[in-house]
């Protein structure tokens, strides 16, 4: 009993000797302050599973030529922005040309001897065989002319339509021919992003569904239709092509690499404004208010929602977390919540 008596009295000594020297405790040091909380909400979202894609034109194509020659003129270089119908390339088609030549003279001569025989004809010094033959060798020679004049108009290759040269895969005096290419071509103006899909996400995606596709180099999302689905797997890889039109944005460009976020399942998150979070480091922490005091909470995070982020740990549905001047406050500081 003596001992617990002097125990006592030892404490209201220390007790007042830190009142003597100003001392006082921290509820009466710190001021309260005001500040704005909001509760940490479970909200349903959509699980969804990335893709890796590349953006490409809707239209682009593989320029080769028609007919076989030596390459006289390479008009373009890639960069390079054509019109529908002008010249890219030109080659050199003496043989062709030759053929036009001598199509030409047949057509000539075929239509000097269907003169004559409508003269013959007149006075009776012919047969109307000899006239009908000479009649069909005119059509004859005037469609083989037709066909020399075609095949020399393909010694001249034309753009098929507005765009810009991507590729460059031929040069002056390489030998020309059907199958080999020249050039390849896209649109840039009309967009989509192309992406493999794995079987197991293949019935999570309809076509005329509007996903989300993500480009690093653009500030936010994109809104992408899907246009297209193969029928068939790729032997291979054993994945689906996946074919999503683009909306016109600045800064999307044919190559770029992006991901496509295919819905999978619907979930609950727990979520806090993401102005509550605040980072020092490796650590991420909020303060949440409990009997009018801020509490520091170590807390780990996840996805960014918008304006909002999920957390992984450290909270509880409803604890009221200070969105304003979380910076400011230190550990145990009395605060004044407001909503």
Do not use: W
Request: aromatic share 2%; net charge neutral.
């Amino acid at each position: 009993m003596k001992s617990l008596t002097s125990l006592s009295l030892a404490v209201l000594l220390a007790c007042s000797c830190h009142q003597k020297d100003g001392i006082a405790p921290r509820e009466a040091s710190t001021p309260a302050i005001a500040v704005k909380t909001a509760p940490a909400t479970l909200e349903a979202h959509q699980a969804t599973e990335d893709v890796v894609g590349t953006v490409r034109s809707k239209l682009r194509a593989v320029i080769e030529a028609k007919v076989s020659g030596r390459l006289l003129q390479y008009l373009v270089a890639p960069g390079q922005i054509v019109k529908s119908g002008e010249l890219l390339a030109e080659l050199d088609v003496q043989e062709i040309r030759a053929r036009q030549e001598q199509a030409k003279a047949m057509l000539d001569q075929a239509q000097r001897d269907l003169g004559r025989q409508q003269q013959l004809i007149a006075s009776k010094a012919t047969s109307q065989q000899e006239l009908d033959a000479a009649a069909a060798r005119v059509k004859v020679t005037t469609a083989g002319l037709n066909e020399a004049e075609t095949m020399l108009g393909y010694a001249k290759v034309t753009a098929p339509f507005d765009g810009v040269i991507t590729r460059k895969l031929a040069d002056v005096g390489d030998l020309a021919m059907p199958g080999k290419p020249l050039m390849e071509m896209e649109a840039p103006a009309n967009l989509r992003f192309e992406t493999d899909l794995p079987e197991s996400l293949l019935g999570d995606v309809k076509s005329g569904a509007i996903l989300p596709v993500t480009i690093p180099t653009l500030p936010k999302p994109l809104a992408a239709t899907v246009s297209e689905i193969s029928p068939v797997a790729d032997a291979v890889s054993r994945t689906f092509l996946v074919k999503l039109d683009l909306p016109a944005a600045a800064g999307l460009r044919p190559g770029q690499f992006g991901r496509v976020a295919v819905p999978v399942a619907q979930t609950k998150l727990l979520l806090v404004p993401r102005l509550s979070v605040i980072r020092r480091g490796q650590m991420e922490a909020v303060f949440v208010v409990r009997e009018g005091h801020a509490t520091l909470r170590l807390v780990k995070t996840g996805k960014l929602l918008d304006d909002k982020i999920e957390i992984l740990s450290g909270l509880e549905p409803g604890d009221p977390v200070v969105t304003s001047d979380a910076t400011h406050l230190t550990d145990g500081q009395p605060v004044t919540a407001q909503p």
